[in-house]
């Protein structure tokens, strides 16, 4: 199986056992970084929330297929969030919250292909869009 294939069955299986995953996700993001939660107190109806983890889905299957474009996402992400006090390199727990939580749903059902390929897309996230040192 490539590392595209782990991904998309990752998502798959996850969105099979618990639908939209989205609720679970940012409740692991403002549990492990409370300091989160108060930014979307705007977001009322959970619009801009749902657009931003689409955003963070899109680089996810982007990097896994290769594409260049998860680079330039977040390149412009992370100069744009440090316009909400969040820093370049605090971006990337978002995509932590996301594994640990597919992790969780998973569980039992959660395979060392997944562990291997979610923890080698993280890394290569982490490393995508950063102001050069
Ligand atoms: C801990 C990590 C993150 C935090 C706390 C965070 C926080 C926020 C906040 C507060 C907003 C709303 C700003 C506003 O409209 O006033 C926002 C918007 C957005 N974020 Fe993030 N962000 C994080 C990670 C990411 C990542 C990894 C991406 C991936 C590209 C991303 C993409 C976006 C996009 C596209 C929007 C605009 C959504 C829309 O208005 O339609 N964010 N983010």
């Known amino acids: 199986m490539t590392q595209a294939d782990v991904i998309f069955e990752t998502l798959e299986k996850v969105s099979d056992r618990v639908g939209d995953p989205k ?19 705007l977001d009322v109806d959970g619009g801009v929330r749902g657009s931003m983890l689409e955003s963070c889905f899109n680089c996810i299957t982007g990097a896994a297929e290769q594409s260049d474009l998860p680079r330039f996402h977040l390149e412009a992400a992370r100069m744009i969030h440090d316009g909400y006090g969040i820093d370049e390199g605090q971006i990337d727990a978002m995509f932590d919250a996301i594994r640990d939580t597919f992790r969780d749903v998973l569980a039992g059902d959660w395979t060392p292909a997944m562990e291997t390929e ?16």
């Open 118 to 133: 979610w923890s080698a897309i993280l890394a290569d996230l982490a490393r995508m869009g950063r102001a050069p040192a």
């Open 23 to 41: 609720e679970r996700i940012y409740a692991r993001l403002f549990t492990t970084h409370p300091e989160f939660e108060e930014l979307f107190v």
